[in-house]
């Protein structure tokens, strides 16, 4: 019986223990979320898109928004109507380009907002971003020559070691 107290006793002893390694953990991912935002070097890895008048489409495979100083890469895809578009249908939101008006700030929750704007051969883009400080996040992207696209997806916290500091 008294084994079986024991046992019990300390069970309740380790709850504390795991719930604060846990809570520290999440903070520890939040502060890196956050810091890969301020040093404008991260990459957003899509997992489903929210086109105008459709239903979600969750994606199946790897779909990315790098970022990193004032390039940003763009690999997702495209669900909805095309205005005025290329022969054959383009590139869609296949592309790098440079970033413009790129500014950051405070949203609700400890979240951060990002604006920029792309212009490439075929179109203007322009990108509204939010990351929370779990490293969900949610894109905005309004175009001249499509209906605009949402997403949802993660801030990936892994370091990209095979790119060069100054750019791609």
């Given at each position: 019986?008294?084994?079986?107290?024991?046992?019990?006793?300390?069970s309740f002893a380790?709850?504390?223990?795991?719930?604060?390694?846990?809570?520290?953990r999440?903070?520890?991912e939040?502060?890196?979320?956050?810091?890969?935002?301020s040093?404008?070097?991260?990459?957003?890895?899509?997992?489903?898109?929210?086109?105008?008048?459709?239903?979600?489409?969750?994606?199946?495979?790897?779909?990315?928004?790098?970022?990193?100083?004032?390039?940003?890469?763009?690999?997702?895809?495209?669900?909805?109507?095309?205005?005025?578009?290329?022969?054959?249908?383009?590139?869609?939101?296949?592309?790098?380009?440079?970033?413009?008006?790129?500014?950051?700030?405070?949203?609700?929750?400890?979240?951060?907002?990002?604006?920029f704007?792309?212009m490439?051969e075929?179109?203007?883009?322009t990108?509204?971003?939010?990351?929370?400080?779990?490293?969900?996040?949610?894109?905005?992207?309004?175009?001249?020559?499509?209906?605009?696209?949402?997403?949802?997806?993660?801030?990936?916290?892994?370091?990209?070691?095979?790119?060069?500091?100054?750019?791609?």
């Amino acid at each position: 019986m008294k084994k079986i107290f024991l046992f019990i006793l300390m069970s309740f002893a380790a709850i504390p223990a795991f719930s604060q390694t846990k809570a520290e953990r999440k903070a520890a991912e939040a502060e890196a979320v956050m810091r890969m935002i301020s040093d404008t070097t991260y990459t957003i890895n899509v997992t489903s898109a929210l086109p105008m008048g459709w239903k979600t489409v969750h994606l199946s495979t790897y779909y990315s928004l790098e970022v990193a100083k004032d390039t940003v890469i763009s690999c997702l895809p495209y669900f909805g109507r095309a205005y005025s578009i290329p022969y054959g249908g383009g590139k869609g939101l296949v592309f790098d380009g440079h970033a413009e008006d790129y500014t950051v700030s405070d949203g609700k929750d400890g979240s951060k907002e990002i604006e920029f704007t792309v212009m490439n051969e075929e179109d203007n883009y322009t990108f509204g971003i939010t990351v929370f400080p779990n490293g969900s996040a949610h894109i905005n992207v309004n175009s001249n020559k499509r209906q605009p696209i949402s997403y949802m997806g993660r801030v990936s916290l892994e370091i990209r070691e095979d790119r060069e500091p100054d750019g791609f």
